[in-house]
């Protein structure tokens, strides 16, 4: 019975060593907030360039993906491929997976599949969004 009593306490406590230390490793995120125009769009060769599936970043839609398109501006404050983005009064999250033409500016738009008349009822706008950036520290830059 005294064996297996220490083996625990060892045990927990290298866990806890172990946590404490990951602790220092885990990345710290800013929350931003915007407010910005919102559109829908389909997966139709009228409403895009090329194979209407994939997104300029290379990737493949399939109706049903909660996914986003944003205007160009927004790439250089933290919403690139990959970002999840939350949407004032969509549930859930969508995933930042295609960028629009150079013309749009403070605008997303969101991917409906192949549903035109549920783009057309979203119609245009106002919204905001939420999404996080990682914080770059003074440990990271240090490497």
């Not at 300029?56 to 944003?70: C, E, N, R």
Request: some cysteine; glycine content about 8%.
């Amino acid at each position: 019975m005294y064996r297996i009593t220490i083996h625990i306490t060892a045990s927990i406590g290298l866990v806890a060593l172990f946590i404490s230390l990951h602790q220092g490793c885990r990345p710290s995120y800013e929350t931003h907030r915007m407010e910005v125009t919102a559109t829908a769009y389909n997966s139709h060769v009228s409403q895009t360039s090329g194979d209407p599936r994939i997104t300029a970043w290379g990737d493949t839609l399939k109706p049903g993906m909660k996914v986003i398109a944003v205007s160009r501006d927004l790439i250089p404050q933290g919403l690139t491929s990959g970002v999840e983005v939350k949407i004032e009064g969509l549930p859930g999250t969508y995933t930042v997976r295609d960028k629009m033409h150079h013309r749009w500016k403070k605008k997303i738009d969101i991917y409906m599949g192949n549903d035109v008349q549920k783009a057309r009822e979203w119609g245009r706008q106002k919204v905001n969004i939420e999404w996080k950036t990682p914080v770059e520290t003074h440990e990271d830059t240090a490497k």
